[in-house]
């Protein structure tokens, strides 16, 4: 049974109009959801919170701040009666973690200290929290159950898995407060419109816009990091999910946290539970983008594993949701944001070259 308040719940997405946080925003409207999205624009821009708006057809508030200001998150959850929260908001760069860890720090944890104790005062007792499968380190077990022992490799890992800790302690010390942090393993792709998608302005560190942006022409080949590991052509293996099935997953975890079977805290994969090499993947957006990707094996980068798969069993069983969507449909979504989409008939400044030249150029 759903204990879904009378009026359609209201949700707050932090981070909502972040390359995660707007696909997610614009399912939860699909869904039925009200959306308030909290974000600072510090990886989003404007343009993106318009499209994110054309997109779900519905109003979406969008309050322009930090989720560390306490008194701005508390003035939220009670102007718009918020009933839940999902939160995206924070620094997910590994390499800037280690370089600069107390920025992490005080972004992630202090964001997440802010948040939880705005949402205690303001008797919010659901939130969906968005972690990552680099808890589990260099675990030896593949594919990786939830159950898996959860590893430290850098600062930025330290802050999701302390924050997952945060949790269990809060949902500990209140009845009525429960959580969902999902694992996330490799989000890939875009939205279908080709209106929302990621794009770094920087040189990117993912293998995907890497290999986006080699298709395009504004990079020359792929570096592959390593071609000698355990794996079937020695390249490395990881579990790419399309970002529409991840963002589904989310509105599967809110359902499951308004149902009476909700538990304190779960902690739950969001994979496919397939694994694809890097040659595989680089294969696979050739074909899709019709342009040869080029590309050369160099060495292995540090701190990388050969394989992470998740083992997505919990997810169906827990929330009835598995992905959908495969490496070939990823591919092709993810280039046709990279090419810039299907003009917007709302905004007739988006010709297609227009619009391709201002995604690389200042980021989705
Ligand atoms: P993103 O950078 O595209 O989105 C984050 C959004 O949060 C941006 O719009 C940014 O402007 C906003 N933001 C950042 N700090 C904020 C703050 N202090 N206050 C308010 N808004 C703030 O990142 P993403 O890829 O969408 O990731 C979303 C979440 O998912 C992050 O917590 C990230 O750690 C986690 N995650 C991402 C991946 C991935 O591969 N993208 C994998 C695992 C986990
Ligand atoms: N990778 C690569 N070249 C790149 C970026 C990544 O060969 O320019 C490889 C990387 O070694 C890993 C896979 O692609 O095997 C996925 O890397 P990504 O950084 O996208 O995700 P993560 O390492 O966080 O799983």
């Not at 008939?345 to 227009?354: V, Y």
Request: with cysteine; proline share 4%; aromatic share 8%.
């Amino acid at each position: 049974m759903l204990h879904l308040p009378k009026m359609r719940p209201c949700i707050l997405a932090t981070g909502g109009c972040g390359y995660i946080g707007s696909h997610v925003v614009v399912e939860l409207v699909a869904a039925g959801y009200q959306v308030v999205i909290l974000d600072n624009f510090e990886n989003s821009t404007h343009k993106t919170a318009a499209r994110i708006k054309r997109l779900c057809k519905r109003h979406v508030t969008i309050v322009e701040g930090d989720v560390c200001d306490r008194a701005l998150v508390e003035d939220t959850l009670l102007q718009y009666n918020v009933n839940a929260v999902i939160h995206l908001a924070g620094k997910k760069a590994v390499g800037e973690s280690m370089a600069d860890p107390i920025l992490y720090f005080h972004d992630n944890l202090l964001g997440a200290i802010a948040l939880l104790e705005a949402m205690r005062n303001c008797d919010v007792g659901r939130i969906v929290f968005s972690s990552s499968a680099t808890v589990y380190g260099a675990s030896e077990m593949q594919p990786l159950a939830e159950t898996a022992s959860t590893c430290v490799l850098n600062p930025y890992g330290r802050t999701k898995l302390m924050i997952e800790e945060m949790i269990d302690d809060v949902t500990a010390s209140a009845q009525d407060f429960k959580a969902v942090s999902l694992r996330y393993f490799n989000p890939v792709g875009a939205h279908p419109s080709g209106q929302i998608g990621e794009n770094p302005t920087d040189v990117p560190n993912n293998l995907f816009p890497y290999v986006s942006q080699t298709a395009a022409g504004i990079r020359d080949k792929v570096r592959v990091f390593g071609g000698d590991y355990e794996t079937p052509d020695g390249t490395g293996v990881r579990d790419y999910i399309h970002v529409v099935d991840l963002a589904k997953g989310h509105v599967a975890a809110l359902d499951y946290l308004f149902s009476d079977h909700a538990a304190r805290h779960e902690r739950i994969n969001l994979g496919t539970g397939t694994g694809y090499s890097v040659l595989e993947v680089i294969e696979a957006f050739s074909k899709a983008s019709g342009t040869r990707v080029a590309y050369e094996i160099v060495a292995r980068r540090p701190g990388d594993v050969a394989v992470s798969l998740a083992d997505a069993t919990f997810a169906k069983t827990l929330l009835g949701w598995e992905a959908t969507h495969n490496l070939t449909r990823m591919c092709k979504d993810h280039w046709a944001f990279q090419c810039g989409g299907k003009p917007d008939e709302k905004d007739s400044s988006f010709t297609r070259q227009l619009h391709f030249s201002e995604n690389v150029l200042s980021g989705s």
